[in-house]
């Protein structure tokens, strides 16, 4: 039995510094912070967790479950990430958005399908 806790420590670190990793990588300079903390406030989407009972279920899985974790939104999260921002004269910051939650939703993913349950 592995008493280090691994998962909650994967899982946290993909949640805060992972989006460090992705400002860095697809936003320029003098957008980065506002790209991470932007990538940091889609955790909000956790709130739908509220809706269910028990609020949290280490054996469950959120994506398809939850409403914000489901396929369509997670469809418009994805599109989120393509827009052509410049083009449409939005504000750029929504990209950030978009990268923020499908990484959530990975996050997510992995928690449940690779650390296994119970
Ligand atoms: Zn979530």
Redesign the pocket.
Known sequence: MDIFPWRPIVHYGLHFAAPLLLAFLFFRKERRWTAYFVMIATML??LDHLLADPVYDPDRM?IGFHPL?SYVAIAVYAVLCLLPYEKLHWPWWLRAVGIGLVF?ILT?WQDYALWGVG
């Open positions: 989407i956790d959120s974790h959530h997510d």
